[in-house]
């Protein structure tokens, strides 16, 4: 019998505490040993319920085969806690993922400095811009960025992050499915990790369980707006009993989005205002990855985010129909230009030469982004953070497949 169906055996009783399934494996040593354990043992086990125990009796190895088959045809690797490139700092915490289902490439949180950015969901529009620049100059500076990549600050650090051609580590709550655009681009630059296989049936304790993976892949943890009672608290929580460094943005004394960012300064965590001020510790540990950046950074918030606001929510977004278009003075014409395009000709000086490039390289129709990168010759990191900023600006939509086409039309 192959060792790996029995860890990804363990891994699929998902319904199951994480705690449970690392009982087993300290019980018997590893998975193979759990999966042929005599009938009637793991309900003896501390640390297993009886409920848990009758789920690991099932022993169902034709589960298993099937989520080898979905990542096999989905290029999703399977890493077990047996594997010598599973991350040590992971390895080492409290109960850690039994199997990390990854898409892309992990990045090297053992060698090179990570930082899990932060935040609410409902973030104002100083969070997202705050959230955005301190990930893009963490990126600038050589470190690693870790996001939940969920709405609000998350999402915001991981976009700043891959503006600055940053390697981006996104940690799910569920299991791999078919994600949006960020999600992709997450996986050009870096990785999309979680401990529950594809398939797998969403559970409310999964975000929780999330904070303790995200934490275990950082050397620190930075949060940036918080309300009373937030998520990113419980977060914190987490990487601080880890042993992560805490860092937290200051924000308005009276804004209840400040309300938990305060309660974190008073018991200790340092404050940040740009990335610097997190990696400059990491700077003297590691000499030869983590750098200042020279020169003047320009963070994301330079390139003028649109912003859309839904309640007390502002969320970086593409340009609606009207930003698309820039201001001119009305002309006589035959027919109006369809909506939601603009006239790339008459705004082709604003862009930079490696934008120029990636336009040229996208034909008539959709184009993929493989596509560009071979034509360009440029980096996939370089290729996918000016997309992102041609998509803001409107030069671009992107299509499902990683496809992009112009957002024009010809005089």
């Known amino acids: 019998m192959s060792s790996i169906r029995c860890w990804v055996w363990l891994s699929s009783v998902y319904t199951a505490n994480p705690q449970a399934r690392i009982a087993l494996l300290e019980h018997y040593g590893d998975a193979e040993a759990a999966f042929h354990a005599p009938p009637g043992e793991f309900g003896k086990l501390h640390g297993v319920s009886d409920r848990e125990a009758e789920l690991f009796e099932q022993r169902d190895l034709r589960a298993a085969d099937l989520i080898l088959e979905r990542c096999q ?21 409290y109960a850690p993922p039994v199997v ?38 963490i990126a600038r500076c050589g470190g690693i960025v870790v996001s939940g990549l969920t709405e609000g600050i998350d999402r915001a650090a991981a976009r700043g992050c ?31 990790v979680s401990e529950y296989p594809p398939g797998a049936k969403p559970q409310n304790r999964f975000f929780r ?19 009373e009672g937030s998520g990113s608290l419980l977060f914190a929580r987490e990487a601080l009993e880890q042993g992560r460094e805490i860092f937290a943005v200051p924000g308005n004394a009276d804004a209840a989005n400040s309300a938990g960012i305060i309660a974190l ?57 009207a930003e698309d278009r820039p201001a ?39 184009t993929h982004i493989d596509d560009i990168i071979e034509a ?10 000016q ?25």
């Open 265 to 321: 300064l008073k018991q200790g965590a340092r404050p940040a205002a740009r990335g610097w001020d997190i990696m400059e510790d990491f700077a003297a540990l590691y000499p030869e990855r983590i750098h200042r950046p020279s020169g003047t950074v320009q963070p994301p918030s330079a390139h003028s985010f649109p912003k859309k606001q839904t309640g007390t929510t502002a969320e970086l977004s593409a340009p609606t129909e």
């Open 100 to 137: 990390l289902y990854i898409k892309g490439q992990l990045p090297d949180v053992d060698a090179v400095p990570s930082v899990a950015v932060i935040g609410t969901r409902k973030a104002t529009p100083y969070g997202l811009r705050m959230g955005g620049d301190i990930a893009f100059e």
């Open 209 to 227: 369980e999330r904070n303790r993976i995200s934490a275990g892949l950082s050397h620190a943890v930075c949060v940036v707006e918080a309300p």
């Open 73 to 93: 045809r989905e290029g999703i690797r399977v890493l077990t806690l047996a594997d010598a490139a599973y991350p040590g700092r992971l390895r080492n915490i």
């Open 328 to 366: 001119s003075p009305k002309k006589v014409i035959d027919k109006e230009k369809a909506s939601g395009y603009i006239d790339l000709r008459d705004q082709l000086a604003e862009l930079s030469e490696d934008q120029l490039k990636i336009v040229t390289a996208i034909g008539r129709g959709e």
């Open 162 to 192: 891959l503006l600055a051609g940053g390697k981006c580590i996104g940690v799910l709550g569920t299991g791999h499915s078919h994600g949006g655009p960020l999600q992709e681009d997450v996986i050009a630059s870096g990785a999309l």
């Open 387 to 411: 997309l992102t900023i041609l998509e803001i600006k409107g030069y671009v939509r992107r299509a499902a497949g990683r496809r992009v086409s112009l957002n024009t039309i010809q005089k």
């Open 376 to 385: 360009t010759g440029m980096g996939t990191a370089k290729v996918l953070s």
